[in-house]
């Protein structure tokens, strides 16, 4: 199964967002930043590197918070919620078309992956 890291960017009662551009892979929809983990690296890795080539931004990632395992019609993926703290530099998008920080309590509001959704309740359950 394709293991997908998400970073959980959690901030003053916010989180990060980013919605998938046109042209992707459920387009439109808002999801957690990261992408599939390579052979070679770590969970933690693959967050930094993601953030890394689709924010402009370096961080460090944390711990696991959390997997959620979904079947799309592609195929099924286990997306895994790492914790990551992006400090207050503005992300510079590069595959993404928004990005905006959310009130943890409108997270659910917004038009989430399918593979998201379990995640976002976690982390509404825990921090918000
Ligand atoms: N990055 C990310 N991907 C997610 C989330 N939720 C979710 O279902 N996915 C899915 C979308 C994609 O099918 C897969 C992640 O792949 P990706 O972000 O590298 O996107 P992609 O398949 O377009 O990338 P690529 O083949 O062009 O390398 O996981 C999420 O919160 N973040």
Not at 1 to 6: D, E, F, P, Q, T
Not at 56 to 65: D, E, K, Y
Request: aromatic residues 8%; charged residues 25%.
């Amino acid at each position: 199964m394709k293991h997908v890291a998400a970073a959980l960017a959690i901030k003053d009662g916010h989180i990060l967002l980013t919605r998938r551009a046109p042209g992707q892979q459920l387009e439109g929809y808002w999801e957690f930043p990261g992408g599939k983990q390579e052979p070679y690296e770590t969970i933690q890795q693959c967050i930094e590197r993601e953030i890394r080539e689709e924010l402009s931004l370096s961080c460090t990632a944390g711990n696991i918070f959390t997997e959620s395992t979904y079947r799309y019609e592609g195929g099924a993926i286990k997306l895994i919620g790492v914790l990551v703290d992006l400090g207050h530099e503005a992300p510079e998008l590069t595959v993404h078309d928004r990005a905006e920080w959310v009130p943890l309590t409108d997270m659910l509001g917004y038009e989430l992956a399918p593979a998201d959704i379990p995640i976002a309740k976690e982390v509404i359950n825990a921090y918000g």
